[in-house]
């Protein structure tokens, strides 16, 4: 059942590197707890069996959302980018900073 996880995240990964991403990180943390024993086998394929209910709705998230599959993508790229270089605090003041990160005129 891993092995076919792993293939459906690699093949989402050309569609969506976002989500393919937080699912590799979701299977690897769950495989790392298994063998850390802290889940039973039984724990591992129900934690399995979620994932890949998870995966199935994320692959129909666009329509949910009324957009193409290349701009959910899109959408996911943006906030997760935004995410891993900028804190909360910080993603405010570039919405209403557009001349973020150029210099400032002292005398005005």
């Not at 209910?53 to 959302?65: D, F, I």
Request: hydrophobic fraction near 40%.
């Amino acid at each position: 059942m891993t092995r076919l996880l792993r293939d459906q995240i690699m093949i989402r990964t050309r569609v969506n590197n976002m989500q393919a991403k937080l699912f590799d990180d979701a299977l690897s943390q769950l495989l790392r707890r298994y063998e850390l024993n802290q889940l039973t086998s039984a724990e591992v394929v129900q934690e399995l069996v979620q994932l890949a209910q998870k995966m199935r709705e994320a692959r129909r998230r666009h329509e949910a959302l009324g957009l193409s599959v290349e701009e959910a993508a899109f959408y996911d790229a943006v906030a997760g980018a935004s995410k891993f270089h900028l804190s909360p605090a910080n993603r405010s003041g570039v919405a209403y900073s557009p001349t973020w990160g150029a210099p400032r005129n002292p005398e005005s």
